[in-house]
């Protein structure tokens, strides 16, 4: 079945990243739509369209949106989070390097729906070169009248800002983006106050994530209820997935929500299997924070219909037997692969990046890494599992900021799943040290337990 | 002497002008990566000092924010740095045996540097660039689908370039 593409459907044509060609492909036709509507109406067309948060929470954009706050000669600013770095995401990175003008398009109609006559885009340090591709299409938008004062004739001025961040996950947590965008450190705020109040510098603020502020263009352009009859249920619309790991073909796909798991891993048209006749052992689907699942609970939920790649669906069975859609980073495990060593890597991960404010995650994360470290070179012991287990439900739900869960979560599901692969570390010392192991029954048809 | 060019210093203000009036202190971290890339890519003490004095803010300010962010090099570095990536989705392709092999064909482990001052190796965490892994960042831009041939010619290509320089 061919999928409707609403984000990527011109990302192959000939000059696409350049204002000429962008535009003669119908680019900017939104904007000239939204300045025939009122603000207010830009952001009914949002939440009918019911659009979600594209970073990894899915929170509604529309409600989100009417959350800001319009105190009386107060400047409001739209910021797009392009601080891509949750393992396993590259999508940000491939929109923003092939079809630059799709988000400076979508950030002129939402900073006209929120007010935001200065808009900032931060992006992650090490996309260096990116920074260069916006900066360019931004000079081109405004060049050619899409930017500046009184945008076509709209009497509405905007101007678009690149920051570069330096080298910080926590980063792209909104307050804590928020203070980096103010020249300080990371740390994330304490809400309320929430950013659409008290942002940056103190006013009201949205940070919206690239892909939602993109979505924003086809939503204006077909209307929010056709762009919610794309998808299934509450996940509406096009969702990019950006696969990794062992597949046969890496890379950003974008998808409608109505294909399976299995169709999306298995199918050439996406990431066209595992390669070198492997078998599928497991699977994080949404950025390495969300749950790893085996692969029998990854193509199948607990009560064995056939998982499909939306929100509800990943979800589906909570944490017991069920992942989340997060951000979409999809990272693919064949059957030679070791889920201790890979959730080592993740522990060592969030240590790395956690900013130190709360002790729950500061020195849980520390704890998960070195107990990890044991277990994976063979030093650890069985009563480590339950240590590793006791420390994770410790951060979950302690810290200002949603780190501490993302750091707890991947090494609660690797225990959950995979505990007989925990214990042959314990019980195999000697092997575990000189070879990296992957049990590989995983990858086996097992019995869907609930 | 720590001082910008003309040049520069008319980049800087550029900078601040983004940002509303007395809160220049915004224009912090794209002024670090300036002032890193004009002086021996490292941000040694009196080039901090004089970030907070261009920005009118205190120098701890500064101290703080460059030690916390990991872009920003607080001690010299080579002439040429691998920022190898070894979070999950690059482990899963291998990343490790391009470490070591980096480590073995420059005689190092991460976070020295060569003799010659030419190459620092650094381990780095998720650079997102997952689907194209192993990679490494070396200066501006992702080197994708290592291997160990690649890394053969990244570092003859590294050489080459810097005697070209001299």
């Known amino acids: 079945m061919a999928i409707k593409k609403v984000l990527l459907e011109k990302d192959h044509v000939e000059g696409i990243r350049y204002y000429e060609t962008y535009r003669r492909e119908g680019g900017y036709r939104s904007v000239e739509k939204a300045f ?12 009918k369209s019911g659009l979600r948060g594209r970073g990894g929470a899915g929170f509604p954009t529309g409600m989100k949106w009417s959350f800001i706050a319009k105190p009386e000669g107060v400047p409001r600013h739209l910021v797009c989070n392009a601080d891509e770095s949750e393992p396993g995401t590259f999508k940000d990175r491939y929109l923003m390097e092939f079809i630059p003008h799709l988000l400076i398009e979508g950030l002129i109609v939402s900073s006209y729906a929120l007010g935001s006559n200065t808009t900032y885009i931060y992006i992650r340090g090490e996309y260096a070169w990116i920074v260069d591709i916006l900066e360019q299409a931004i000079a081109e938008a405004k060049n050619n009248g899409w930017l500046g004062k009184n945008i076509v004739g709209s009497g509405f001025d905007c101007e678009i800002y690149v920051q570069r961040g330096a080298g910080a996950y926590i980063c792209g947590e909104e307050t804590a983006l928020i203070e980096s965008l103010e020249g300080k450190r990371g740390n994330p705020r304490i809400k309320p106050p929430f950013p659409a109040v008290k942002g940056v510098w103190e006013r009201p603020t ?3 994530n690239v892909e939602t502020l993109a979505a924003v263009v086809p939503i204006i352009n077909m209307g929010g209820e056709e762009y919610a009859k794309i998808g299934v249920g509450r996940s509406t619309g096009t969702k990019l997935i950006s696969a990794c790991g062992n597949i046969n073909n890496p890379g950003v796909y974008e998808i409608d929500m109505t294909i399976s798991v299995e169709e999306f891993i298995f199918s050439d048209e996406y990431c066209g299997g595992i390669p070198n006749g492997k078998r599928l052992k497991a699977c994080i689907p949404g950025g390495s924070s969300v749950p790893i699942l085996p692969a029998n609970l990854l193509l199948k939920t607990a009560k064995g219909e056939q998982r499909m790649m939306n929100y509800e669906s990943l979800s589906d069975g909570g944490f017991a037997t069920g992942t989340m859609m997060g951000s979409g980073g999809f990272i693919v495990f064949d059957e030679d692969q070791c889920v201790v060593r890979h959730t080592l890597t993740l522990a060592r991960f969030y240590r790395h990046e956690s900013c130190g404010q709360c002790s729950p995650c500061r020195e849980g994360t520390g704890w998960m890494e070195k107990i990890l470290k044991n277990i994976e070179y063979g030093k650890g012991k069985m009563s480590d599992i339950d240590l590793l287990w006791d420390i994770q439900s410790k951060i979950e739900g302690n810290t200002i900021c949603p780190l501490g869960d993302a750091a707890a979560w991947p090494v609660a599901a690797a225990i959950r799943h995979f505990r007989d692969e925990f214990e042959w570390h314990v019980l195999n010392p000697d092997e575990a040290q000189t070879r990296n192991f992957g049990l590989a029954h995983y990858a086996d048809e097992l019995a869907v337990t609930a | 002497m720590v001082k910008f060019s003309e040049e520069k210093l008319k980049e800087v203000s550029e900078l601040i002008s983004h940002y509303p009036e007395g809160k220049q202190k915004s224009a912090l971290l794209p002024l670090l990566h300036i002032a890193q890339e004009e002086f021996g890519n490292w941000l040694d003490v009196p080039v901090m000092d004089y970030v907070a004095e261009l920005l009118n803010i205190e120098p701890i300010e500064v101290y703080e924010v460059a030690t916390f962010y990991s872009m920003y090099n607080l001690k010299p570095v080579g002439k040429y740095m691998f920022e190898v990536c070894q979070t999950g989705p690059c482990m899963l392709r291998g990343s490790d045996d391009i ?14 540097t060569t003799p010659d001052g030419m190459f620092t190796l650094k381990t780095v965490e998720c650079l997102g660039a997952c ?5 490494m960042q070396l200066g501006k831009h992702y080197r994708e689908h290592l291997t160990k041939e690649k890394v053969d010619r990244l570092i003859e290509e590294c050489r080459t370039n810097a005697n070209s320089l001299n």
């Open chain 2, 131 to 135: 689907g194209y892994a192993p990679m």
């Open chain 2, 99 to 112: 470490i070591a092999y980096i480590e073995e064909k420059l005689g190092i482990k991460p976070g020295e």
């Open chain 1, 36 to 47: 025939k509507m009122s603000p207010a109406d830009i952001v009914e067309e949002v939440k």
């Open chain 1, 206 to 208: 949205v940070v919206n």
